[in-house]
């Protein structure tokens, strides 16, 4: 079987590593730049292929094809009582459509409570697989005796520093630094703040965080900036505990690289990542003030221009580093039960989201579609 698949980060979780059918991977032509639906659209060449394994992209064409989605599907958001919102539904449950896969069990709540008044609804959960995760290399080894001894390193990467709680880190390395705790924190990240700068959790100005920005100037906080991804796990490598304080992520492909690298999470309960890690053996799980459906219950409830929102924000920021400050100070006084999380973390890695394992899943979801 030839499957053809969309170049792309995403793709690569979710979409076999080591399989057993021909897999291509090809440029998608970035249609949403004529006209803003189209962002929801998979424009790609086929020819040849026998099935599109695709992520959140609708493929146009008449191909048959599969598609894996983090959240909401068709991703139109605010266009949700239009034609284009309508015709990309209509592509879900026609014949092309083989199977639509929920990389978690929140994606698989949003979707269906996104179409719980649809006229559709029954032929679409009828195509819903069950959840299936996305995959990460596990080293067969890992040497955690290049890890720094006698301080605690933290691992911290995202390119929206804001959304993913990145104030509340530098806060809580405030703090730490203060009370002379031994921790060191790496972040990779480009620095993007402010709703102007596509930011969705943020009041519109990036100005908003020039007051976080000089505790990135403290001696125990280490800026990377953008890095390559194989620089980037050799980085995480050496690191002790990974840390994803964040608003909003529908998944977080970080906690899998982390895991598999033996590495320890502590992250916000939020979206899909409770799913991900349990608590006190593979990582902390931070208090998120969420709704029903897991996300954080302030996200656009306020107009984000407001002092209102300014105020929940900054105060968000300040309980997540202490809840920070208090799993991290922890880990330092019981260094046998990080170590043991440590184990915990390539164990899980290994047995719920292994590259081989759900290669081997997707193949045969290829090859029961076409049948």
């Known amino acids: 079987m030839h499957v053809v698949r969309p170049i792309g980060y995403p793709s690569v979780f979710n979409t076999p590593r080591h ?7 090809r440029w998608w032509v970035p249609a949403h730049w004529l006209w803003r639906p189209f962002e929801v659209a998979l424009v790609m060449p ?3 292929a026998d099935l599109i394994a695709t992520f959140n992209r609708i493929p146009l064409g008449r191909k048959p094809f599969v598609i894996s989605f983090e959240s909401h599907l068709p991703r139109l958001f605010n266009y949700e009582k239009t034609a284009a919102f309508r015709y990309f539904s209509e592509r879900l449950q026609d014949d092309r459509c083989r199977k639509i896969i929920p990389i978690s069990h929140f994606s698989r709540r949003v979707f269906l409570q996104q179409h719980e008044a649809s006229a559709y609804r029954r032929e679409l959960e009828e195509r819903l697989s069950d959840v299936i995760y996305p995959s990460v290399e596990v080293p067969a080894e890992i040497h955690q005796d290049n890890r720094t001894q006698g301080q605690l390193s933290v691992f911290f990467v995202g390119a929206h520093f804001s959304r993913k709680g990145g104030p509340a880190l530098l806060l809580a390395a405030k703090r730490l630094h203060d009370m002379k705790w031994p921790v060191q924190f790496h972040i990779v990240s480009e620095l993007i703040v402010g709703g102007e700068n596509g930011v969705w959790t943020d009041p519109p100005e990036a100005a908003f965080f020039d007051e976080y920005r000089p505790l990135l100037s403290l001696p125990n906080v280490q800026l990377h900036g953008k890095m390559p991804n194989d620089e980037l796990l050799a980085l995480l490598q050496i690191c002790d505990v990974s840390v994803l304080p964040t608003l909003c992520d529908t998944f977080g492909y970080s906690v899998l690289e982390s895991l598999a690298a033996g590495v320890p999470v502590i992250a916000t309960k939020v979206s899909a990542l409770p799913e991900l890690l349990e608590q006190g053996k593979t990582g902390v799980l931070l208090h998120l003030d969420t709704d029903e459906m897991g996300e954080w219950r302030h996200l656009f409830k306020f107009d984000q221009s407001g002092q209102t929102y300014r105020k ?25 039960q990080l170590t043991e999380m440590k184990t915990n973390a390539r164990q899980t890695a290994a ?6 394992k759900q290669s081997s899943v997707l193949d045969s979801l290829y090859s029961n579609v076409l049948q």
Request: charged share 20%.
């Open 19 to 25: 399989s057993q059918h021909r897999i291509t991977t």
């Open 46 to 48: 086929a020819h040849g």
């Open 312 to 336: 929940i924000y900054r105060q968000t920021m300040e309980d997540i580093a202490g809840q920070l400050v208090d799993a991290i100070t922890h880990m330092l006084e019981q260094p046998q």
């Open 351 to 356: 047995e719920r989201f292994d590259s081989y």
